[in-house]
């Protein structure tokens, strides 16, 4: 891809075409063929929002130039206008953008993620609670050297069903917070403020797809590490031990390698789903295009943001944890013992802990994944443009014409 500006329809790569190709645009002017107060192609028609009002608003003044210093001119400061500089962002500035809507909007950010991880931890506390409790406390796999096969059928039925449907509930929750979240990013963007309640409005219309989407990656994912694994336990079965277990070392490897590739390619297919209102193989296409050439770069922003969560997240649970076995009466037993783990007194502690982790983890992880697609398309397809003329800069495009391109 190149670095040209202009908008492709949705779904198809926005520097298919040459930069010849594409005509050029006065600074606070609208594109060719397009009315003045029509949102930006390949962004939904409610997104980005209009800047203080129904319509596209009355530009204000644009931003001063920077100041003289010892005879150089400084670059012109980038717009700002709400939890991003608009220009190519740097991985520092990634992340704070994601707290800073946090912390700008907490209000309707904590609301939507302490909703919805109240419901999925509630959900399954009452599934340990009640569809684990008695397997826990017949503990037949782990008193009985010998278990039968009636015994090992019933622990395996229990647990994969009652993991089957906190799983579920999990993912249903994750889709909605996930995308009422990024509807907020992508307001936050604008400096512009919403509510729970108009953050639901616009993301439900695509709740089932994103569903889908979040089912078909991480089968996608999944389908590579079972595709490594085969040939060892092929020739496990056919008895070949010795050769079957070096084949399945290096077989796990190189389909741990593949499902990582496949994470990061299609992790940016989320926003682009939410944001372009696009269909599920559509994002997935645009994902894969936006991470093109840059793939080491989202990987490591990713990566960043996922030992970021777990840190926070297990400052709040280690506690809540540690709380649950004391209160349980079994002391540093319930760390092990599955019986005590599964107390009432043990479930509400640690239940409490991780509501509490999920709240603040699932903005971090959201706004992070929209703000490097946003990052992306800003580096690509000169979004910081079509941002700065929803949010009402005028002769934006005029101060960044020159600009250098942000180092990652």
Avoid: C
């Amino acid at each position: 891809m190149n670095d040209s500006p202009g908008w492709a329809s949705p779904g198809s790569s926005p520097s298919d075409g040459s930069p010849e190709d594409k005509p050029l645009q006065s600074p606070g002017s609208s594109p060719p063929g397009r009315p003045a107060d029509e949102p930006p192609k390949n962004w939904s028609a409610q997104q980005p929002p209009a800047h203080g009002g129904a319509g596209w608003g009355t530009p204000p003044e644009s931003p001063g130039w920077g100041k003289w210093d010892n005879g150089w001119n400084h670059q012109p400061p980038a717009a700002k206008p709400g939890v991003i500089p608009l220009r190519p962002l740097g991985v520092g500035e990634i992340l704070d953008g994601a707290v800073a809507t946090m912390r700008a909007h907490w209000r309707t950010v904590l609301g939507i993620s302490l909703v919805v991880a109240v419901v999925v931890q509630l959900v399954g506390t009452l599934i340990t609670g009640f569809w684990l409790r008695d397997s826990a406390d017949l503990t037949a796999l782990s008193k009985n050297p010998e278990p039968t096969a009636g015994q090992l059928m019933d622990a395996m039925s229990g647990t994969l069903s009652s993991s089957g449907i906190a799983v579920l509930v999990n993912t249903l929750g994750t889709v909605i917070a996930t995308a009422m979240l990024m509807v907020v990013v992508s307001r936050a963007v604008l400096g512009r403020t919403v509510d729970a309640g108009e953050a639901w409005r616009d993301s439900r219309p695509q709740l089932l797809r994103l569903l889908g989407l979040l089912v078909l990656v991480p089968l996608l994912v999944s389908l590579s590490m079972a595709a490594g694994a085969a040939p060892g336990v092929a020739l496990l079965a056919a008895g070949l031990d010795a050769l079957g277990v070096a084949v399945m070392i290096v077989g796990l490897v190189a389909g741990l390698v593949g499902a990582i590739w496949i994470w990061v390619r299609f992790s940016l297919a989320a926003p682009a789903l939410m944001l372009e209102k696009q269909g599920v193989l559509t994002a997935m296409r645009r994902s894969a295009k936006l991470v093109r050439g840059s793939w080491w770069r989202v990987f490591g922003v990713q990566i960043l943001a996922a030992i970021l969560v777990f840190i926070v997240a297990s400052i709040i649970q280690m506690p809540a944890t540690l709380i649950g076995a004391l209160v349980s009466g079994q002391g540093a037993a319930a760390l092990t013992d599955p019986a005590a783990s599964t107390s009432w007194s043990s479930l509400i502690a640690t239940g409490i802990g991780a509501v509490i982790a999920s709240t603040i983890t699932f903005p971090i992880r959201a706004g992070v994944t929209a703000l490097i697609y946003l990052d992306q398309r800003i580096r690509r397809e000169a979004l910081d443009l079509e941002l700065a003329r929803a949010a009402g800069i005028s002769g934006y495009g005029d101060q960044q014409a020159d600009r250098p391109a942000a180092g990652g």
